[in-house]
């Protein structure tokens, strides 16, 4: 071998010396742990070494870790960490088990390589994946309560049989699964088996469910009943087995037909969040709405109470994987009360549905994004047998129309996505129901759907729907004497006077309680002779109007329901409604609202009509008035004096609602 000469030393030289330190080092990316012990727990993923970084630079979230690089499930920009300009960062991320790992990349984006037809569901632009510039390992939750194979997910509903309690969870497998309860967390020596199910990507019916994009495997759904239940105890469970881990454990206060109170936090369209933007939206609202009904829920106490979800239920209209953070969103609440829900558009809607009369070929779509009701079918079992198939391979749509009795109320659940119309299955279900009532044990019945049948909202596309509603429905709410009917699908709250064909006297009061997360919110109904003007006058029928998130809470005895607005920026009552056994409604006309100080006022609507507006309005003039009184008889008397300040003071004025 030939010793180097000194011309090809000087190049080696050369090259090391201003050659080499131009190349840089790759970006590269960590995490704070490669294990996960449970859902909702946290990673911390840091990069370094990114060069001039983009404002479009963004992490990309995907599980199954192989998933196309199109096919994340969420992303997050790089710039929401503060030190992102400076080419290294971080950013925490609460991630759930999803049954499969997970993978992280971080991506080189520019404004010349958005593409405007590839878009989110707020027409924001989709980032691209061209550039990739780091990826992680593999990594997932470990074993016991929230691993890969573990129960997660956990929610209660009742059976509608007396003494007993459902649980319904999801595990990675398909393995034997029980449920372990007793009336102590360390007297747990009752054991049922769960029964297993699933569902494939093939019983999806339509786009994005059953594509590459919106399909993630579900898991196993298995659902156990526990029995021989006390009424009023508190009992403790737990759930999964020793192969495959087990949950932690929780308890409920067992449903007693003799305490004579019932108690109910209700609400529609909630949805859910989630730690990162994807390409729907998702509802942030949703969070404090559970929050404050956990609070609630504390307070009680050993007293048993429900939850009402009545339609739009997590808004993942075909991407699955928004499913699993609805459940575990609700698992603090739901694995303590029964979870009740009834179907509503985004759950179900599909262009091949069974059931589209001709007058409805507008207003049923494709808000389900192509379930076609399978998820919600599968993962609530509700009490009763209704059904409905979907002609196609997709399993029978279940949870449609039911009732039970909880307490003093008899509550009924109907389906606004499905036949309804006299000669149904669910019209005579209905209408069987509704007579056979006793109510001597049930003074108080309490008919809910997602679908509203009023609403003074610009809801112009429902319209047939509602007619409907009204020819079919409404009589035999009316004749039926129900005290409340509940709905959703618009996402305000509104409440209504005791009503029968648009007259206030008699009939159900009506509330809509859709505001409990989605923030798409409806503009009201303007001037019939002025439509295109944002006047939204208020019809004598409508009693109280509120665009607040948050959700109702019942509570009845044998003499009085009463049903509260609380709102979420507070957790305080913004609206209640009080229903005599006796079928009189105590306060539907005028609201009662509680100040800071704890008073209350009588707002809202009053006796005269006038609405909450109008109220401030004659207030605002009355002290307008006397101000400019006083500002003239003050200026008289201190003219006569010698004027020695010119200084102004200042005056507190009244605080701004």
């Known amino acids: 071998m030939n010793p180097p000469t000194p011309l ?87 991630l759930i088990n999803l049954r499969s790992n997970y993978k992280i990349r971080i991506f080189r984006w520019t404004e010349s390589e958005i593409v405007p037809t590839r878009l989110d569901h707020d027409h924001n632009p989709l980032p691209q994946p061209k550039h990739l510039l780091a990826e992680t390992e593999e990594f997932g939750f470990g074993s016991g309560h929230g691993s890969g194979y573990g129960p997660d997910q956990v929610h209660l509903a009742l059976t509608g049989e007396r003494g007993e309690m459902r649980v319904m969870f999801v595990s990675g497998s398909g393995g034997e699964s029980v449920v372990r309860y007793g009336l102590g967390s360390g007297q747990m020596d009752r054991v049922v088996r769960a029964r297993v199910g699933r569902y494939e990507r093939e019983d999806m019916c339509d786009a994005p469910a059953n594509t590459s994009v919106g399909w993630r495997d579900p898991g196993f759904i298995h659902d156990g009943v526990m029995v021989g239940l006390e009424g009023g105890k508190r009992y403790f469970y737990k759930v999964g087995s020793d192969a495959e881990g087990w949950s932690n454990t929780y308890s409920f206060v067992s449903p007693d037909e003799n305490s004579g109170q019932t108690i109910a936090f209700l609400y529609g369209d909630m949805g859910t969040s989630t730690p990162y933007n994807t390409y729907i939206r998702t509802q942030e609202e949703s969070i404090s709405t559970i929050n404050w009904i956990a609070r609630d829920i504390e307070a009680l106490g050993d007293k048993p109470a429900l939850i009402s979800h009545i339609g739009d239920i997590s808004y993942a209209r075909g991407y699955s994987w928004v499913w699993d953070h609805f459940f575990n969103q609700i698992e603090p609440v739901a694995s303590k009360v029964p979870y009740h829900v009834c179907i509503g558009n985004h759950e179900y809607d599909w262009p091949l549905q069974p059931w589209k009369p001709d007058w409805a070929m507008y207003i049923y779509a494709k808000d389900g994004g192509g379930e076609c009701g399978v998820p919600y079918s599968l993962k609530f079992n509700m009490p009763g047998n209704s059904s409905e198939l979907t002609g196609s391979r997709a399993p029978p749509t279940r949870n449609l129309y039911y009732s039970f009795d909880f307490g003093v109320v008899h509550f009924v659940y109907l389906s606004t996505e499905t036949n309804f119309l006299k000669g149904s299955k669910q019209y005579e279900f209905l209408k069987k129901d509704l007579e056979s009532v006793d109510r001597v044990k049930t003074p108080f019945v309490v008919v809910q759907g997602h679908r509203p049948m009023y609403t003074t909202s610009n809801e112009v596309r429902d319209a047939p729907i509602r007619e409907k509603m009204l020819e079919h429905l409404e009589p035999l709410l009316v004749d039926n004497k129900v005290n409340l009917a509940l709905w959703g699908h618009v996402h305000r709250y509104e409440r209504f006077c005791p009503i029968n064909n648009f007259k206030c006297g008699s009939g159900p009061v009506h509330v809509v309680i859709g505001m409990a997360g989605a923030d798409w919110q409806p503009m009201w109904e303007p001037r019939s002779n002025h439509q295109d003007m944002p006047v939204y006058p208020q019809p004598a029928r409508s009693i ?114």
């Open 8 to 94: 090809s030393s000087f190049f080696t030289f050369i090259f090391f010396l201003f050659i080499t330190p131009s190349i840089s080092n790759p970006p590269s990316l960590s995490l704070s742990t490669p294990s996960l012990s449970r859902s909702n727990n946290s990673v911390i993923v840091t990069w370094t070494g990114v060069d001039s970084p983009s404002q479009l630079d963004w992490l990309g979230i995907y599980s199954p870790p192989d998933s196309s690089l199109r096919n994340f499930i969420g992303y997050l920009y790089l710039n929401t960490s503060p030190t992102w300009q400076s080419g290294s960062g971080s950013i925490t991320i609460p």
């Open 544 to 657: 109280y109007r509120g665009g607040e998130f948050g959700y109702t809470k019942l509570v009845a005895n044998r003499g009085k329901l009463t049903l509260t607005y609380i709102g979420n920026h507070d957790g305080k009552m913004h609206d209640s409604v009080e229903i005599l056994a006796t079928g009189e409604v105590v306060n539907g006309e005028i609201t009662l609202l509680t100040t800071n100080e704890g008073k209350v006022n009588n707002v809202g609507k009053g006796k005269e009509g006038k609405t909450s507006y109008l109220w401030y309005v004659e207030v605002g003039g009355v002290i307008l008035f006397s101000v400019l009184v006083g500002f003239f008889l003050g200026f008289m008397s201190r003219a006569k004096k010698e004027v020695t300040n010119k200084e102004w003071i200042p005056l507190k004025t009244i605080e701004e609602a």
